[in-house]
T-cell receptor, first 111, second 114 residues
Framework: RKEVEQDPGPFNVPEGATVAFNCTYS??????FFWYRQDCRKEPKLLMS???SGNEDGRFTAQLNRASQYISLLIRDSKLSDSATYLC????????????FGTGTQLKVEL | NAGVTQTPKFRILKIGQSMTLQCTQD?????MYWYRQDPGMGLKLIYY???????DKGEVPNGYNVSRSTTEDFPLRLELAAPSQTSVYFC?????????????FGPGTRLTVT
């Protein structure tokens, strides 16, 4: 089983739609969780951290379910500029705090 | 702040050639990382460093070497390039300390080995 698994998509949604991505992780000792965004042929950039209580940043909401070992990202009122690949990232604390990346979920927002 | 810079942006190597990918950061970060990203795949950690003089292997270190003589620089060396090393290489850095987990990435080096 992969350490971090994501549906690769693509998710094709109309502008203004709400879309959600899930990500599952295999190691129950995972400590920290993030969503990164990667535009085509660009470097990944941090979108948001994921906290146990859930957190929101504008149109973006992230949730963590430790019991089921998954995290989610909800995007409301999708914009064309949201088109990108969203990478789920998990950290096991210690050993340089290495990030383990999912393969990403591709989102295409269309007119 | 330039952040994390990488050179070159693109490179084509012949099988068996060697090269060094350069990575520099000006944020005084102790932690630095090298990843590779193959098409449609997630990032795989090659090597990382927790400070000058200290390096350690990641998930896919074979065929690569690193050094960390200064806080700013973390070059990645490819010896005897192989087609399997065709990939996009990203360097990243982050601050030391609990809670400072955000990694800042360079723009990447696109390497083709033919």
């Amino acid at each position: 089983r992969k350490e971090v698994e994501q549906d690769p998509g693509p998710f094709n949604v109309p502008e203004g739609a709400t879309v959600a991505f899930n990500c599952t992780y295999s190691n129950s000792a995972s400590q920290s969780f993030f969503w990164y965004r990667q535009d085509c042929r660009k470097e990944p950039k941090l979108l948001m951290s994921v906290y146990s209580s859930g957190n929101e940043d504008g149109r973006f909401t992230a949730q963590l379910n430790r019991a089921s070992q998954y995290i989610s990202l909800l995007i409301r009122d999708s914009k064309l500029s949201d088109s990108a690949t969203y990478l789920c990232v998990v950290i096991l604390t210690g050993g340089g705090n290495k990030l383990t990346f999912g393969t990403g979920t591709q989102l295409k927002v269309e007119l | 702040n330039a952040g994390v810079t990488q050179t070159p942006k693109f490179r084509i190597l012949k099988i068996g050639q060697s090269m060094t990918l350069q990575c520099t950061q000006d944020m005084n970060h102790n932690y630095m990382y090298w990843y590779r990203q193959d098409p449609g795949m997630g990032l795989k950690l090659i090597y990382y460093s927790v400070g000058a003089g200290i390096t350690d292997k990641g998930e896919v270190p074979n065929g690569y070497n690193v050094s960390r003589s200064t806080t700013e620089d973390f070059p990645l060396r490819l010896e005897l390039a192989a087609p399997s090393q065709t990939s996009v290489y990203f360097c990243a850095s982050r601050r030391t300390g609990e809670g400072f987990y955000e990694q800042y990435f360079g723009p990447g080096t696109r390497l083709t080995v033919t």
